[in-house]
């Protein structure tokens, strides 16, 4: 994992999710619909902490994890100029594959919003999946991210030469095939695993978890270009847009377009 590590430590994903705003509002839209009123939460592959800062923000108690010690720094920073250090019950740099000195059912609800993509052996993204089943209380509340094979074959269709070495129809159909993805050019994204929105649900409940609801988080928005995204705010009507999105974030039509999906789970106790 050390080739995610090295990128994180180098690459702004605080600043990517202001820059991608559609992903963050959609998700928290159905974060908040599904969190329970209180409790203790865990932020688990957590970054620098976006979600968490705004969970804390709400109350809850929160844990966050991450893979790259320097995000966990940051995140500790964060905390403490937005003043929520209080409100978290510690930071520590773990893999979502083995989250350990956190103790069994700790947690009202828990968020893994990037190591399932960064895991690119299903026995590695099992793994995490029965962590996270572990450390959550029966009943609990998950919500876990994935990306989509249909969205990155299109990407590669789009733009072969930026997505090498999806830049031929071999390469291609492997992809298609395989769901793994390693970029050529040094420095880009990660290594990464796409998964096929059908097979999204059934993976969860294997892992123990009964589904209620799946999303895409940047769904049609994905598609657009920032200049055709600015034309709806320079009309007054951004608001209008988002909402739109949002309510589009269920209609299995628009899953497989999304870049980023949003599965939201229950854990079924033994």
Same mark, same amino acid.
């Given at each position: ?44 592959? &957590?970054?620098?902490?976006? *979600? ?8 809850? #108690? ?29 930071? #520590? ?9 956190? !103790?069994?059912?700790? =947690? ?11 895991? +690119? ?21 998950? =919500?876990?991210? =994935? ?22 129809? &071999? ?15 040094? @420095?880009? =994204?990660?290594? &990464? ?13 294997? +892992? ?8 895409? !988080?940047?769904?049609?928005? &994905?598609?657009?270009?920032?200049? +055709?995204? +600015? *034309? ?25 377009? !999304?870049?980023?999906?949003? *599965?939201? @789970?229950?854990?079924? @106790?033994?």
């Amino acid at each position: 994992m050390k080739n995610v590590i090295d990128y994180y430590a180098k690459f702004d994903e605080w600043g990517r999710l202001d820059r991608e705003p559609i992903e963050f509002t959609v998700n928290w839209h159905y974060m908040k619909k599904y969190l329970p009123r209180g409790g203790h939460v865990l932020d688990n592959g &957590a970054g620098p902490g976006k *979600y968490a800062m705004e969970l804390a923000k709400l109350g809850y #108690h929160v844990t966050l994890t991450d893979l790259t010690p320097n995000l966990v720094e940051l995140a500790k920073e964060k905390a403490s100029e937005l003043g929520l250090t209080d409100m978290f019950s510690g930071f #520590h740099a773990l893999n979502a594959t083995s989250l350990e000195g956190i !103790s069994d059912e700790t =947690f009202d609800a828990t968020l893994m919003l990037g190591p399932l993509y960064h895991l +690119q052996v299903e026995e590695d993204r099992v793994a995490a999946a029965r962590e996270l089943y572990r450390v959550t209380k029966n009943d609990g509340i998950v =919500f876990v991210a =994935f990306q989509s094979r249909m969205r990155m074959l299109l990407t590669s269709l789009l733009f072969p030469n930026a997505w090498k070495p999806n830049d031929n129809m &071999a390469a291609i159909e492997h992809f298609i095939e395989e769901g793994i993805f390693n970029h050529t050019d040094a @420095g880009r =994204f990660t290594g &990464a695993y796409y998964y096929n929105v059908e097979d999204i649900k059934p993976f969860m409940e294997s +892992q123990g978890f009964e589904t209620l609801d799946l999303i895409g !988080s940047s769904n049609l928005g &994905a598609l657009l270009s920032q200049e +055709q995204k +600015q *034309y709806w705010t320079d009309r007054g009507e951004k608001d209008m847009f988002i909402e739109l999105l949002i309510r589009l974030a269920r209609d299995p039509s628009v899953l497989g377009v !999304s870049s980023h999906l949003l *599965y939201i @789970g229950r854990k079924v @106790g033994e």
